[in-house]
């Protein structure tokens, strides 16, 4: 609030000199003997209204003294302005933080519209693996981010139940159920050699019996077909409910085509006059809405490629009533998103839909060395396998807390490590610490901490620097939480929680380095053991706020 009334103070000013789109820096400083806030906006209009920093700066002093909640304003160095906060207007972070309480951070930026975040949508031709953990992690927070700016979300996953990798899977059930016959059947060509199909063939087996022995008909495999993608898909549900993913939506390929979906959309297509037929195949112009070639709707043999039943089902979700969208997907993907926009631009949508958010992939690693620990699925290491590993907690975390273009190594031993040098166990331990002062309080019948009592405390006597930096931390939370959401990046909701859990613990330590640090806040002065209560309340607020929104949870003891 502060930071928006000083940032609007400041573009006022530039504009008063005539520059109206003045860009500017307002951070809190790393050293607090610096101020609360700090801005290079004289430095940045130098060159604009041909004046020294220093002058410009001490020209902005004197038309900002009287912004309601500052104590005073320096200018430092060459024409930095540091902003000092009074004492009152700082403790008023903390009553808004305990007023709202589990609301705290959120905003009505989305105004309750409409937004589809698609992700995962795995094929259901084996267990999930680390890829699409990442990308669950992913999806499902930018998710929850978007639902506290307001936004009314729809998470769907779209299984590709249609095409060769299907068919190729029938096929592998069909050699493992043979072999379990006692014949010798070879995996055909392309064919996926992990345990699970040989599971998968075992529970036909048991259910069918040995009626299809013999016959390698259509029947047989499409029975193999239905049963195996049947069998993963339930897997795959499985995984992520214990993965806290849900979904409101499982939206099926092949239903595209038996409604029809495909072969209207490449009579929209043909009717827009950018279809043509080359070497018997059918193909869109694409190059007309800035894709690098042409691309094939129709193969020579009247099979549909990849790129036509991608436009009609973002043509659906339009349809649907989703004009936004969010794909969250593997960087593999990268080469659709210019296809499947011309293939929609192509039909009237607009430019830039559906919005792609692309990540790279994961490896693990043990003592520096790569690691695979999966047995059941042949090559690669499942969720489930990490997961039992490390736990949903960590797994979680661990997949959040880097930039979704970053190639993820996920540290076994950082994810193992249950002390504080593991971040998502330094910011647990760090609301644990923060509930066990809540204990101590009620055992000594100050019981001020959760109840009424709390919003009249004097919070203008938290003056130390911990204490002030520690408020400053909490009041910023809305900010960096509408940053994560408008960026489509939790690692920045990861990267504020760990600061300030080691704020808290920071200031959890301050004045008692060698008895127990939670003497620090239930001092008997009842006034400032107020205080300090009602700031270990919202730290604890926002600490599970935050947790929350990265679906892990708070825990009160440890």
């Given at each position: 609030?502060?930071?928006?009334?000083?940032?609007?103070?400041?573009?006022?000013?530039?504009?008063?000199?005539?520059?109206d789109?003045?860009?500017?820096?307002?951070?809190?400083?790393?050293?607090t003997?610096?101020g609360?806030?700090?801005?290079?906006i004289?430095?940045?209009?130098?060159s604009?209204?041909?004046?020294?920093?220093?002058?410009?700066?001490?020209d902005?002093k004197a038309r900002?003294?009287?912004?309601?909640?500052?104590?005073?304003?320096?200018?430092?160095?060459p024409?930095?302005?540091?902003?000092?906060?009074e004492?009152?207007a700082?403790?008023?972070?903390?009553?808004?933080?305990?007023?709202?309480?589990?609301?705290y951070?959120?905003?009505?930026?989305?105004?309750g519209r409409?937004?589809?975040?698609e992700?995962?949508?795995?094929?259901?031709?084996?267990?999930?693996?680390?890829?699409?953990?990442?990308?669950a992690?992913?999806?499902?927070v930018i998710?929850?981010l978007?639902?506290?700016?307001g936004?009314e979300?729809?998470?769907?996953f779209?299984?590709?139940?249609?095409?060769?990798?299907i068919?190729?899977l029938?096929?592998?059930v069909?050699?493992?159920?043979?072999?379990?016959l006692?014949?010798?059947?070879?995996?055909t060509?392309?064919?996926?050699?992990?345990?699970?199909?040989v599971?998968?063939?075992?529970d036909?087996?048991?259910?069918?019996?040995d009626?299809?022995?013999?016959e390698?008909?259509k029947?047989?495999?499409?029975?193999m077909?239905?049963?195996a993608?049947?069998?993963?898909?339930?897997?795959?549900?499985?995984d992520?409910?214990?993965?806290?993913?849900?979904?409101?939506?499982?939206?099926s390929?092949?239903s595209?085509?038996s409604?029809?979906?495909v072969?209207k959309?490449i009579?929209a297509?043909?009717?827009?006059?950018?279809?043509?037929?080359?070497?018997?195949a059918?193909?869109?112009?694409?190059?007309?809405?800035?894709d690098?070639k042409?691309?094939?709707?129709?193969k020579?043999?009247?099979?549909?490629?990849y790129?036509?039943?991608?436009?009609?089902?973002h043509?659906?979700?339009?349809e649907?009533g989703?004009h936004?969208?969010?794909?969250?997907?593997?960087?593999?993907?990268?080469g659709?998103?210019d296809?499947?926009?011309?293939?929609?631009?192509?039909?009237?949508?607009?430019?830039?839909?559906?919005?792609?958010l692309l990540?790279q992939?994961?490896t693990?690693?043990?003592g520096?060395?790569?690691?695979?620990?999966s047995?059941r699925?042949g090559?690669y290491?499942?969720?489930?396998d990490?997961?039992?590993?490390?736990?949903?907690?960590?797994?979680?975390?661990?997949?959040?807390?880097r930039?979704p273009?970053?190639?993820?190594t996920?540290?076994?031993d950082?994810?193992?490590d249950?002390?504080?040098?593991?971040?998502v166990?330094?910011?647990k331990?760090?609301?644990a610490?923060?509930?066990?002062?809540?204990?101590?309080?009620?055992?000594?019948?100050?019981?001020?901490m959760?109840?009424p009592?709390?919003?009249?405390?004097?919070t203008?006597?938290?003056a130390?620097?911990a204490?002030?930096?520690?408020?400053?931390?909490l009041?910023?939370?809305?900010?960096?939480?509408?940053?994560?959401a408008?960026?489509r990046?939790?690692?920045?909701?990861?990267?504020?929680?760990?600061?300030?859990?080691?704020?808290v613990?920071?200031?959890y330590?301050?004045?008692h380095?060698?008895?127990?640090?939670?003497?620090?806040?239930?001092?008997?002065?009842?006034?400032?053991r107020?205080?300090?209560l009602?700031?270990?309340?919202?730290?604890?607020?926002?600490?599970?706020?935050?947790?929350?929104?990265?679906?892990?949870?708070?825990?009160?003891?440890?």
């Open positions: 609030m502060h930071a928006e009334r000083i940032s609007d103070a400041l573009r006022e000013a530039a504009a008063g000199w005539g520059v789109d003045v860009r500017f820096r307002l951070d809190r400083p790393k050293d003997s610096h609360d806030l700090a801005s290079n004289a430095l940045t209009l130098a604009r209204v041909n004046r020294r920093p220093r002058d410009i700066a001490l902005l900002l003294g009287g912004i309601e909640g500052i104590e005073r304003i320096e200018v430092a160095g024409g930095f302005l540091n902003f000092f906060l004492s009152v700082v403790g008023g972070t903390l009553h808004r933080i305990l007023e709202a309480r589990e609301e951070g959120g905003n009505e930026d989305g105004g409409r937004i589809m975040v992700f995962v949508s795995a094929n259901p031709t084996g267990p999930l693996h680390l890829g699409h953990g990442r990308q992690a992913l999806g499902d998710a929850r978007l639902e506290w700016s936004w979300v729809h998470r769907e779209y299984f590709n139940d249609a095409g060769l990798q068919a190729r029938a096929e592998t069909w050699a493992r159920y043979r072999q379990l006692g014949h010798d059947e070879p995996v060509e392309g064919g996926y050699h992990g345990e699970y199909v599971e998968i063939a075992r036909f087996l048991e259910r069918e019996g009626r299809y022995e013999h390698r008909s029947a047989a495999l499409e029975a077909r239905r049963f993608v049947s069998s993963l898909r339930d897997e795959q549900r499985r992520l409910a214990g993965f806290n993913v849900h979904f409101d939506e499982y939206y390929e092949r595209l085509y409604d029809k979906r072969e959309t009579e297509l043909d009717a827009t006059g950018l279809t043509y037929r080359h070497e018997g059918l193909w869109l112009r694409t190059t007309e809405f800035g690098q042409d691309r094939v709707m129709l020579s043999d009247g099979s549909a490629t790129f036509l039943p991608d436009v009609a089902y043509m659906g979700k339009w649907r989703f936004e969208v969010i794909n969250v997907q593997g960087s593999d993907h990268h659709t998103v296809r499947v926009r011309a293939g929609l631009r192509a039909l009237g949508r607009p430019g830039g839909y559906p919005e792609y990540h992939m994961v693990v690693e043990r520096g060395e790569e690691v695979r620990f047995k699925a090559s290491t499942t969720l489930a990490l997961v039992a590993e490390v736990g949903v907690d960590v797994a979680r975390y661990f997949f959040l807390m930039r273009e970053a190639h993820l996920f540290d076994l950082l994810a193992l249950q002390s504080d040098k593991n971040p166990y330094k910011v331990y760090a609301h610490r923060l509930c066990r002062l809540s204990r101590l309080a009620h055992e000594k019948g100050w019981d001020g959760d109840g009592r709390a919003p009249d405390a004097d203008a006597l938290l130390a620097p204490e002030r930096e520690l408020i400053n931390q009041g910023e939370f809305p900010g960096f939480l509408r940053r994560a408008r960026d990046a939790p690692h920045i909701l990861c990267d504020y929680l760990e600061r300030t859990a080691g704020l613990n920071t200031w330590q301050t004045g380095p060698t008895r127990k640090p939670e003497l620090a806040a239930l001092v008997y002065d009842e006034p400032l107020s205080a300090r009602t700031l270990a309340v919202a730290a604890r607020i926002v600490l599970r706020n935050g947790l929350k929104v990265l679906g892990i949870r708070a825990p009160e003891a440890m």
